[in-house]
């Protein structure tokens, strides 16, 4: 069961665990705006209703134009380790143009997750050169670093790992 939560300005900014929900409104982080009453949650101290939505008492300031550092984990993640040319397992990062080439070396749009096999293969050339195609278009990921940190959401949560080291 999930609660939707608001920014102070009243704007929908994530869906997290009612669990969250519940800690947030305990730390008095956020209010309750709209509960259901017939289901009461348990805390330690206190029994409350269920938060369907909450408010956030500091208004936050979302930066979605924000930058994510390049990582070969967060293009791992980012790739959900598939590799970019056959899908398969991925377990490295291949540079689309070679940086020998004169590629970026560390460019969320230069790079890509790859297995082995399809890294070698491609070796110091493009994917035009080497006759393969890319099953994906790279792309550069967003950060919620103030969300995150303001929601205090874990990994447990569902967050993918590039998230989680962008707000380390
Ligand atoms: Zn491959």
Redesign the pocket.
């Known amino acids: 069961m999930n609660t939707l939560v608001l920014n102070a300005s009243y704007e929908p900014l994530a869906v997290v665990s009612v669990r969250r929900a519940v800690i947030l409104i305990l730390t008095e982080k956020a209010v309750v705006e709209h509960a259901d009453a017939g289901k009461l949650i348990r805390s330690a101290t206190r029994e409350l209703p269920t938060p369907l939505v909450v408010r956030l008492l500091r208004f936050v300031r979302v930066p979605y134009r924000r930058k994510v550092p390049w990582s070969r984990s967060g293009v791992l993640e980012r790739d959900g380790r598939r590799?970019a040319?056959?899908a398969?397992r991925?377990n490295s990062i291949d540079h689309i143009v070679p940086t020998s080439r004169g590629g970026a070396a560390r460019s969320w749009r230069n790079t890509v997750a790859?297995?082995v096999?399809?890294n070698q293969d491609k070796a110091d050339r493009t994917p035009a050169e080497a006759g393969m195609r890319l099953l994906i278009e790279p792309f550069e990921p967003k950060a919620h670093r103030a969300l995150v940190l303001a929601l205090g959401v874990t990994a447990a949560e569902g967050l993918p790992d590039w998230l989680l080291a962008a707000t380390a």
């Open positions: 590799c040319y056959c398969g991925a790859a297995c096999a399809c």
